[in-house]
């Protein structure tokens, strides 16, 4: 296995099999830690940058908790608005970076433009964690949900994982470069306009992905594992930032889970959402057997401990 020690988490198109195990082994080892809610000093010298060119709750605070569990330090910019990067000077992402790796050990970085984390990585003498940037990848997203799948169902492999919603959005892509190395089946179903890009798709072919696309929620169902969910009711993630709309656009029923939709769903079956929501899923599912996305929220702090300690290089 290639080591992790001050390797940049750019993407998951050339992660490998057993890397994924790898920290879903050290995700274990650490998750008493979360569950016992204790910090411990395995960090105690180490601090993290966050550097967030747009909103986050859960990546930047993840990150952040899963830092501090571990005894580490914090800081960085949730807003680039208040830095050199988004005022008069639009201070360019080479000399942010170069000052960002005196302030810590390794970077987290969220921007609207895709690729800005691989351009950070060129500059940076530190790893460099891609928090999500635009459309491309969001890779410790990927990471935590599969983690969750294996810890409620006990195995990736085998699964049936259906991909629901916008899958121009990044989560998609990192999913179906991550399925590429497991046993699974993707199944794929958005509405016309957010359909993934042929480019994508010929990706997963060459890297093989078993997927197929469905036109109907309906025509699968009864069969999946695993309901992925994204909103398609979505910001602009080329943009910094979208303000409160006056009016939202409906989710078509096609896209939506409910109750009723889950009347007719695996009894088995388990709901993962990265979050945050719009109507695509109603807070009626919360309390049902299928609902995971709290514990995929809380695997969130879990396999980002994880991830932080292996490119920080503690088991090595
Ligand atoms: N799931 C996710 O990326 O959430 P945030 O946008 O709040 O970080």
Not at 239 to 260: D, G, L
């Amino acid at each position: 296995m290639r080591s992790f020690a001050g390797r940049d988490i750019l993407s998951l198109k050339d992660f490998e099999r057993n890397e994924f195990f790898h920290l879903f082994e050290i995700a274990d080892r650490l998750e008493p830690i979360a569950r016992e809610r204790r910090n411990t000093d395995l960090l105690a010298h180490k601090t993290l940058v966050t550097a967030f060119y747009q909103p986050s709750t859960r990546t930047r605070l993840a990150h952040e908790a899963a830092m501090h569990r571990l005894g580490g330090h914090v800081t960085g910019f949730s807003d680039a608005k208040m830095t050199r990067a988004g005022d008069f000077y639009q201070e360019s992402i080479k000399d942010t970076v170069h000052m960002l790796e005196y302030y810590g050990d390794v970077i987290v970085m969220r921007h609207f433009e895709q690729g800005a984390p691989h351009e950070a990585a060129k500059w940076a003498s530190i790893p460099v964690i891609n928090g999500g940037d635009g459309w491309g990848e969001h890779p410790t997203q990927i990471l935590t949900d599969l983690y969750t799948i294996q810890k409620e169902m006990g195995s990736v492999d085998g699964k049936s994982i259906l991909a629901v919603g916008d899958h121009r959005m990044r989560t998609m892509h990192s999913l179906g470069y991550a399925l590429s190395q497991f046993d699974t089946e993707m199944i794929i179903l958005a509405p016309e306009e957010m359909s993934p890009l042929p480019e994508f798709l010929a990706e997963l072919d060459e890297k093989g992905t078993n997927y197929r696309i469905v036109e109907h929620i309906d025509e699968v169902i009864d069969e999946v594992d695993v309901i992925y969910m994204e909103p398609v009711v979505q910001p602009d993630y080329t943009q910094a930032r979208q303000e409160k709309q006056e009016v939202y656009a409906h989710t078509s029923p096609n896209y939506q889970v409910t109750s009723e939709v889950m009347k007719r769903a695996k009894g088995s079956s388990i709901i993962l959402h990265s979050l945050p929501r719009r109507d695509e899923l109603l807070p009626e599912v919360d309390d049902s057997k299928h609902a995971r996305y709290w514990q995929e929220a809380y695997n969130g702090v879990v396999m980002r401990m994880s991830l932080l300690s292996s490119v920080l290089g503690v088991w090595e």
